[in-house]
């Protein structure tokens, strides 16, 4: 199947600084890419759809000014956390579906986990 | 409005068969997809249907009523590495997947 990297897995910063996080699709070009977040013992939450050449689109109560999302490539999205809060620690995780697959799977990247102090 | 709904946690005993239900409403329907997730890590696909029916996939099979917004996740000769959290999720009709809040899997020897 369809892989999908996300780079770092683990990252630890303090806080007032900003975090990036990659996803890359390694075998497959995603036009869209989504990114979650997860925290302890909840669902999976989305916060954005990420558009190839275009502006991402960022669900209701997701503030974009602090949750930049850069998608530059076709293999390539980038969420960066501006000014990171101890209450932005949580578990980041992109997704992707591979035009190939019939009925449009999402893969999943292993995951970044964030951690503010 | 759009709403999955899953027990929260489950307990079963190694060997046994154990279903997990899911109960969803969407705007528009593309399929139900069943994620295994352990704590940790990222979900992994473990099926999809969006015919009525049941599709069986060693082990796992899932179970689809389109008329009644239910499916369920059957898991049969359970293993300890099945302890995980299992997540329905539903494709709406953006292709959008409407996720449940997952239900954890606790399997004792």
């Known amino acids: 199947g369809a892989v999908v990297s996300q780079h770092p897995s683990r990252v630890i910063c303090k806080s007032g600084t900003s975090v990036k996080i990659e996803c890359r699709s390694l075998?497959?070009?995603?036009?869209?890419m989504f990114w979650y977040r997860q925290f302890p013992k909840q669902s999976l939450m989305l916060m954005a759809t990420?558009?190839?050449?275009?502006?991402?689109?960022?669900e209701q109560g997701v503030e974009k000014d602090k949750f930049l999302i850069n998608h530059a490539s076709l293999t390539l999205s980038t969420l960066t956390v501006t000014s990171a809060h101890p209450e932005d620690s949580s578990f980041y995780i992109c997704?992707?579906?591979?035009?190939?697959?019939?009925?449009?799977?999402?893969?999943f990247g292993p995951g970044t986990r964030l951690t503010v102090l | 409005g759009q709403n999955i709904d899953q027990p929260t946690e489950m307990t079963a005993t190694e060997g046994a068969i154990v279903q997990i239900n899911c109960t969803y409403q969407?705007?528009?329907?593309?399929?139900l997809f069943w994620y295994q997730q352990h704590a940790g890590e990222a979900p992994t696909f473990l099926s999809y249907n969006v015919l009525d029916g049941l599709e069986e996939k060693g082990r796992f099979s899932s179970f689809l009523s389109r008329s009644k917004g239910y499916s369920y996740l059957l898991l049969k000769e359970l293993q300890m590495k099945d302890s995980a959290s299992y997540l329905c999720?539903?494709?709406?009709?953006?292709?959008?997947?409407?996720w449940g809040a997952g239900t954890k899997l606790i399997i004792k020897p």
């Open positions: 990420s558009n190839e050449g275009s502006k991402a689109t960022y």
């Open positions: 997704s992707a579906p591979d035009p190939s697959v019939a009925y449009n799977e999402q893969f």
């Open positions: 969407t705007s528009g329907f593309n399929g």
């Open positions: 999720a539903s494709m709406d009709s953006n292709y959008q997947l409407i």
């Open positions: 075998d497959f070009q995603a036009t869209t």
